[in-house]
Nanobody, 118 residues
């Protein structure tokens, strides 16, 4: 059973920073595109950022220049560095894994709460 375990969420003031981590249990971590999604209260879950096996990245327009996704294949871990945070970044953040050639192999973490407030 594949598990994605997020950590690093919490309360931060506007303009502050947080780094989320997602530790994955699958043995073929490099075969997965990893991503972060978020869901604010009363809203649908939205894409935040993804990183391919080779390291190419994509970002939601509103986080470009503020958030950075990265991965450490040796540790089977993906990170999301969040800087210059605003209250609009408040949400539950979810880690996601999608197999490169077998799209039926897709997994979600349990989510970690991020709250930006003074």
């Amino acid at each position: 059973q594949v598990q994605l375990v997020e950590s690093g969420g919490g309360l931060v003031q506007p303009g502050g920073s947080l780094r989320l981590s997602c530790a994955a249990s699958m043995t073929s971590f490099t075969m997965y595109r990893m991503g972060w999604y978020r869901q604010a209260p009363g809203q649908q879950r939205e894409f935040v950022a993804t990183i391919a096996s080779g390291g190419s990245t994509n970002y939601l327009d509103s986080v470009k220049g503020r958030f950075t996704i990265s991965r450490d294949n040796a540790k089977s871990t993906v990170y999301l560095q969040m800087n210059s945070m605003t209250p609009e970044d408040t949400a539950v953040y979810y880690c996601h894994a999608l197999h490169n050639v077998r799209p039926s192999l897709t997994y979600w973490g349990q989510g970690t709460q991020v709250t930006v407030s003074s």
